[in-house]
């Protein structure tokens, strides 16, 4: 009896911790964990061999640039605004890399908030919102910790990095301060490939934010003189991002000013149905936080189908890409706190994001199908269905799928559908043959 009345607690406390419209992920397309990259210092090696390294990996970092340095190791402002051109976030490192606890008010109004404007002013694509303190100085809880950590949120810096680890759950920050002294873990030369993987595999099994904190980069040669701290060659950095690479199914690769912002909205957020009717489900996302324009990173949500197929989703009435159908669920970003969300009723005719555009090639002389995905799944199966739902095409437990042709020889010309299914997922993709 006693089990019994457990489990129907259980249940209970279960349906409450969502609502019944559906869920919003706890990172980005319902990833495990975050990784953030982060770079000190603009030292010289990194301008010449980061941006590139992470741009052919598809992933993206974020710097924090010590603004004194910028010009003085000749990798100056342009060299700044490529590589936030290329998805990075600059973030603020001071202007000089002082010992924070030593300054003074006017001190620190130099080294904090005029290196946000200067920033700002020279890479004006992007708002800074993250900070990392030189020396890790600032976490404490002396009087001048707290006047650092006060000025940080006075001057719209949403979070900061420390340089020391903490812990690697989800639920890492409970109050608006805690985002102020984000654990990382510390990169060096001696660091192994297999002491780096297993902060990967801590961190998803965690469920929280990690970020990894690199120094000095150079080649072999040291070619950019980049010696100065806690060097990592290139040849071992290109090893630690195809390792974390080859985790992207698990861990949401992103900046430390996209990490921080999905966290603070998604603890903070609700989703409210706002109507029904027999074509369209209509519902709000919101949340607490009050500045809309620094809190606009998309969350993901997961919304419950209940057997309906839900053909297209808006917000505010402009279309939102459709990322996965999940036997139970439908996925796809919407931002809180600006506009309602609205899902219509129709066929499976969806453009999944693993499907990337034009990755589905039909050559119809020989009545092959080219597919290709942008993310690889692991033991697949593939299924091409006609409208009534009659399987015409299976094979089971591709190995490791990227990339695959069907025959369909023999098939008469229509719409099909494409359904490839993981332990986890099932996604779905109209097409015409
Ligand atoms: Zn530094």
Not at 71 to 90: C, F, L, R, Y
Not at 235 to 255: E, F, H, M, N
């Amino acid at each position: 009896m006693k089990n019994y009345l457990l489990l129907f607690v259980w249940l209970l406390s279960g349906f409450t911790a969502f609502s019944q419209i559906g869920e919003i992920c706890k990172w980005d397309d319902d990833k495990s964990a975050a990784v953030v990259l982060t770079f000190d210092d603009w030292s010289p090696g990194q301008q010449p061999i980061v941006p590139n390294e992470l741009k052919n990996r598809g992933i993206t970092a974020t710097f924090f640039i010590t603004t004194n340095l910028v010009a003085s190791w000749n990798h100056d402002w342009p060299t700044v605004v490529s590589t936030q051109a290329k998805g990075n976030e600059i973030g603020n490192h001071t202007y000089s890399h002082p010992h924070l606890l030593t300054l003074s008010t006017l001190q620190l109004d130099t080294q904090i908030t005029q290196v946000k404007a200067a920033i700002e002013t020279h890479v004006p694509l992007q708002k800074v919102v993250s900070f990392a303190y030189p020396f890790g100085e600032g976490v404490g809880s002396t009087s001048k910790d707290l006047e650092i950590r006060a000025l940080l949120k006075a001057t719209g810096h949403i979070g900061a990095r420390s340089v020391s680890a903490s812990n690697y759950t989800y639920n890492f920050a409970t109050t608006d301060d805690d985002y102020y002294k984000i654990m990382t873990y510390t990169m060096s030369g001696s660091v192994s490939i297999s002491t780096f993987e297993n902060q990967l595999t801590q961190i998803i099994s965690g469920g929280g934010l990690l970020t990894i904190l690199y120094h000095s980069i150079d080649d072999a040669n040291n070619s950019h003189g980049d010696t100065w701290f806690n060097q990592v060659k290139q040849t071992a950095l290109q090893q630690q991002l195809d390792t974390l690479v080859s985790y992207k199914d698990k861990v949401w690769i992103t900046t430390f000013g996209q990490a921080v912002k999905y966290h603070k909205e998604r603890n903070c957020a609700t989703l409210n149905l706002l109507g029904t009717t027999s074509t369209t489900m209509t519902f709000s996302l919101s949340d607490t936080l009050s500045n809309n324009t620094v809190y606009n990173q998309p969350l993901s949500l997961k919304i419950f189908r209940n057997g309906i197929n839900y053909s297209t989703v808006t917000q505010n009435g402009i279309s939102v890409a459709v990322d996965t159908v999940l036997n139970d669920s439908i996925m796809f970003h919407a931002v809180p706190d600006a506009g309602d969300i609205v899902l219509t009723v129709g066929d499976l005719g969806i453009n999944a994001a693993l499907f990337s555009s034009e990755n589905i090639r039909i050559n119809k002389d020989n009545s092959v199908i080219n597919i290709q995905l942008s993310t690889s799944m692991k033991n697949a199966n593939v299924s091409v269905l006609d409208l009534s739902g009659k399987e015409i095409y299976k094979k089971s437990s591709v190995g490791l799928l990227d990339h695959l042709q069907i025959d369909l020889s023999g098939v008469s010309s229509g719409i099909y559908l494409l359904r490839i299914k993981s332990d986890e997922k099932t996604y779905t993709k109209k097409f015409s043959y």
